[in-house]
T-cell receptor, first 116, second 111 residues
Framework: DVKVTQSSRYLVKRTGEKVFLECVQD?????MFWYRQDPGLGLRLIYF???????EKGDIPEGYSVSREKKERFSLILESASTNQTSMYLC???????????????FGQGTRLTVV | EDKVVQSPLSLVVHEGDTVTLNCSYE??????LLWYKQEKKAPTFLFML????IEKKSGRLSSILDKKELFSILNITATQTGDSAIYLC???????????FGQGTTLQVKP
């Protein structure tokens, strides 16, 4: 079974702190994603990575950065946490397929981040 | 800008009813459309659609894609309280497989 593991289920951080959210997948997937989920807004894409050291901005990259030094690990960094970054963060991965049809994305269990 | 829009945003029905959830999209270089169900945890995969007009079916759930009109529907027949969840539509796009989600439809099925 595909496993996507996020390092923390719950995190509480102070305004201005630098925050690292880690995600590891064990199925050698090329694609990895970071989303945040807020009520009524669905999943909004923060960043997407399609290969090691390759990344694309999503819809809401401001205030975030990412790192993908190894294929299995995709880190989301909040450079200076703010209260409006309080949210549920979901990591996902998928296999890049032939004919530009990828597999479905598999999700981690989510990290609920509260910034106080 | 890529966009995925779901409707309705929320829906309340009674057990046994049939529901239809809608997903429309505007993306660059469409790759696939996916449906997910989310209860109190991570989304779980339901269907992937890549070709128009071919229905995917799993039990009481079915889905179809119209690539000309740029939309998909998810049907749930004979709803049960266990169908209560957020249903998410996502579209894979571009040359790299970026996956964009809609806002989700919150379905509540009452006994």
């Amino acid at each position: 079974d595909v496993k996507v593991t996020q390092s923390s289920r719950y995190l509480v951080k102070r305004t201005g702190e630098k925050v690292f959210l880690e995600c590891v997948q064990d199925m050698d997937h090329e694609n990895m994603f970071w989303y945040r989920q807020d009520p009524g807004l669905g999943l909004r894409l923060i960043y997407f990575s399609y290969d090691v050291k390759m990344k694309e901005k999503g819809d809401i990259p401001e205030g975030y950065s990412v790192s993908r030094e190894k294929k299995e690990r995709f880190s989301l960094i909040l450079e200076s946490a703010s209260t409006n970054q309080t949210s549920m963060y979901l990591c996902a991965s998928s296999q890049a397929g032939p004919w530009k049809v990828d597999t479905e994305a598999f999700f981690g269990q989510g990290t609920r981040l509260t910034v106080v | 800008e890529d966009k995925v829009v779901q409707s309705p945003l929320s829906l309340v029905v009674h057990e046994g009813d049939t529901v239809t959830l809608n997903c429309s999209y505007e993306v660059t270089n469409f790759r696939s459309l996916l449906w997910y169900k989310q209860e109190k945890k991570a989304p779980t995969f339901l269907f992937m659609l890549t070709s128009s007009g071919i229905e995917k079916k799993s039990g009481r759930l079915s889905s179809i894609l119209d690539k000309k009109e740029l939309f998909s529907i998810l049907n749930i027949t004979a709803t049960q309280t266990g169908d209560s969840a957020i249903y998410l539509c996502a579209v894979g796009s571009g040359n790299t497989g970026k996956l964009i989600f809609g806002q989700g439809t919150t379905l509540q099925v009452k006994p």
